[in-house]
């Protein structure tokens, strides 16, 4: 292992989260969300132009059970997922813990396929296994190296294998500018291969076209 990050999670990206709801086969839109102090002044004063206390741009979408998503930006590269349904029902909460995670998978999926696009482009040959904690991104003639992305709540931890040399740093710039708020303290623990002066010649070509 070359490094290993640990970070806090954030919806950094506005692109990637429409791809993310894509992937969840749902048609994103964009729009204004406010926030209501209590259901008599969402149900009724907003009715009569009363704006909420708080407004967002944000990225929605619907399910086919009625469930609203909205990604609201709460400030500069920094978005929050936000569910409710007009007529709550029992089981709803669960349904939406549900959605919540399959969200927050399907947006990391999008950073690891942008990771993924850069490495192909490289030519270097990669794939991707999906894990039960997150993803592998497996890379190399023989796929000899890797980038593993761990999600535990709300923290990523990224670890690159096998690597040699500060490339590993750049494999990963993609999945932090995705995946972290640009005010995130990102943790890193290097390992010996960092400074190693890499010889192979599979990391010299990845190196020079990455």
Request: aromatic share 10%; with cysteine.
């Amino acid at each position: 292992m070359s490094h290993c990050t640990k970070f806090e999670f954030s919806y950094a990206n506005e692109e990637a989260i429409a791809k993310a709801f894509g992937k969840m086969g749902l048609s994103p839109t964009t729009g204004l969300v406010s926030m209501f102090a209590s259901d008599f002044s969402k149900k009724v004063l907003s009715k009569i132009g009363y704006m909420g206390t708080q407004q967002f741009r944000a990225i929605c979408a619907e399910t086919a059970d009625n469930f609203n998503l909205f990604v609201c930006k709460v400030e500069e590269g920094s978005y929050k997922l936000l569910i409710e349904r007009d007529t709550v029902s029992a089981g709803d909460e669960a349904v939406m813990a549900d959605l919540a995670l399959g969200f927050q998978k399907a947006y990391i999926s999008v950073a690891v396929d942008e990771t993924v696009r850069r490495i192909d482009a490289s030519g270097v040959p990669s794939k991707v296994k999906e894990t039960l904690q997150g993803f592998e991104i497996e890379f190399g003639p023989h796929y000899e190296y890797s980038i593993h992305v761990t999600v535990t709540g709300d923290e990523i931890t990224e670890e690159v294998r096998g690597v040699k040399g500060d490339i590993c740093t750049r494999l990963t710039e993609e999945l932090e500018s995705l995946l972290s708020s640009p005010t995130a303290e990102l943790v890193t623990e290097w390992k010996p291969e960092y400074t190693v002066v890499h010889e192979e010649q599979t990391l010299k070509i990845f190196s020079a076209n990455f």
